[in-house]
């Protein structure tokens, strides 16, 4: 089933998840919705906060990063196959110098901005069968992940910008909260939930 993705300005987005463990209800329903909101918005990455939900959960899938052609052979194959359910997710450690790299958001629709992080994460998380792992990240797959992981603190990718660009879309991200936005996938607005 196919969700609606929660727009901008809903204070669930700005929730710290909290911890599930595998008795969470109806956790493979879940997954699965996710999943099917996720490709039917083509998004990378879908986090449980995007759909209301605010428990440290969030899915990923980079393969349609792997179409892009500077790549190298192995990061491409490792792209292809990033493709995971990432429960209770902790980041051990974050190396390297700060790269910069255009982000997007499905809960913030026709806005993209450069965000810098580290190029490098070691992290800890259990799948959905909830068997523990351990793994290092690295470039588009780290990032994807850093975007997803700030979902479940409850930040977002503009909250990470220059004081002068989050002016400058100030009036943009008002108009989403308010449901004034064309998304071409089912969203909720948080000024229009109490006006049925
Ligand atoms: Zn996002």
């Known amino acids: 089933m196919i969700l609606p993705i929660v727009a901008y300005g809903d204070p669930v987005l700005r929730k710290v998840g909290v911890e599930i463990d595998a008795n ?22 879908l986090a449980a906060p995007q759909i209301g939900k605010a428990i440290r959960l969030f899915i990923i899938d980079a393969s349609p990063f792997a179409e892009d052609e500077d790549l190298s052979d192995e990061d491409r194959a490792t792209l292809k196959s990033f493709n995971k359910v990432f429960i209770n997710a902790k980041i051990l450690e974050e190396d390297g110098e700060e790269w910069s790299f255009n982000e ?49 603190e409850g930040i977002l990718f503009t909250d990470k910008i220059s004081t002068l ?32």
């Open 24 to 45: 969470f209800p109806d956790l493979k329903e879940l997954i699965t919705n996710m999943k099917e909101t996720m490709y039917n918005a083509s998004g990378v990455g």
């Open 165 to 196: 660009k989050k002016r400058l879309i100030k009036r943009k991200l008002e108009n989403i909260s308010k449901g004034k936005i064309n998304a071409d996938y089912r969203m909720r607005f948080p000024s229009l939930k109490n006006k049925k």
């Open 104 to 152: 997007g958001c499905l809960s913030i629709p026709d806005v993209r901005e450069d965000v810098t992080r580290k190029p490098k994460i070691t992290i800890e998380y259990k799948d959905e069968d909830f068997k523990t792992h351990t793994e290092v990240l690295e470039g588009l797959a780290a990032r994807v992940f850093q975007h997803e992981y700030d979902h479940i």
